[in-house]
């Protein structure tokens, strides 16, 4: 006897695979759509594009998201994978798109005559006053996109195993410049850890999207009112869990500062030890 086992529908369509009727989209097709559907101005009022700047890893080295914020008006500043095509400014002009492409990191290498750099960033360690790098940059056509500057970057001190290569497709920006807007990325991943570490970002059990989406806008607004606490007293508090630690002494002290404020009332003790009765009571 045969028997026969329903397999499940696909189907291709221009903004993913739809299986049952849901449409899947890879995390490059949805980062797209969202840059092509963003309105800026909701968020930030009027402003000038040229003026807004993308920071992503290599692991959005994608040419058509590049493209898309291309279109935007937008700067962007992306670690390039090793393998991603590149050409001389001089080989694009006379050579066939097809031909003369090579590997970025090939690409620097065959290009040992562009002297390094050296260059000294703010430091992110308070006990540091500044980190020091040596870079490279050529300005340089990226396949499938357009002109660009490449910036071969790595550690002075502790070159091997940590060379990045960046694009930016802002022709007028320095290569100093390139660097730092890459380094600050690095916070991104910084926020994404602590709202996982002490904010419950992950922390959700609802059945509805809005309902998920809601508890996302509320891990944000938490993190951004701790962030904004004033200092307290003249001490720093630089990490997340210290400033929730004096968010939670703040509580505190409103309790104890109320309990003090009721003893020192007419008949206070009185009405002090009938509020703790109350409570033994319902316990």
């Not at 935007?72 to 002009?93: D, F, M, N, Q, S």
């Not at 309902?211 to 990490?239: D, E, F, Q, T």
Request: hydrophobic share 40%; charged share 25%.
């Amino acid at each position: 006897m045969t028997r026969s086992f329903p397999f499940p529908q696909y189907l291709s369509t221009a903004s993913g695979i739809e299986k049952n009727g849901l449409v899947y989209r890879t995390e490059n097709a949805s980062v797209i759509n969202y840059i092509q559907q963003l309105d800026l101005e909701q968020y930030v009022g009027p402003h000038n594009p040229h003026h807004v700047l993308v920071l992503a890893d290599s692991g959005y080295d994608d040419k058509k998201i590049q493209n898309a914020i291309a279109l935007k008006k937008w700067a962007y500043v992306i670690a390039l994978k090793k393998t991603r095509g590149v050409r001389p400014e001089k080989a694009h002009a006379t050579t066939p798109l097809s031909r003369g492409w090579s590997q970025v990191e090939s690409f620097f290498k065959n290009h040992r005559s562009v002297k390094w750099v050296t260059v000294r960033v703010p430091s992110s360690d308070p006990n540091k006053r500044r980190m020091e790098f040596r870079i490279r940059q050529i300005i340089a056509y990226l396949r499938y996109v357009g002109k660009v500057q490449l910036v071969c970057s790595e550690f002075k001190k502790r070159p091997k195993g940590r060379r990045k290569y960046l694009a930016c497709n802002d022709l007028k920006a320095q290569p100093r410049q390139i660097l730092i807007a890459y380094r600050l990325r690095w916070k991104i991943e910084i926020f994404h850890k602590e709202v996982k570490m002490f904010m419950g970002f992950q922390e959700v059990a609802a059945k509805n999207f809005e309902s998920v989406l809601a508890h996302v806008h509320w891990v944000y607004c938490a993190y951004m009112l701790i962030n904004a606490l004033p200092r307290p007293g003249h001490i720093h508090k630089n990490s997340l869990a210290e400033k929730q630690q004096y968010v939670r002494a703040i509580v505190d002290g409103k309790e104890k500062a109320r309990i003090i404020q009721l003893l020192t009332q007419f008949k206070g003790i009185d009405r002090y030890k009938s509020e703790l009765r109350t409570a033994l009571n319902t316990l």
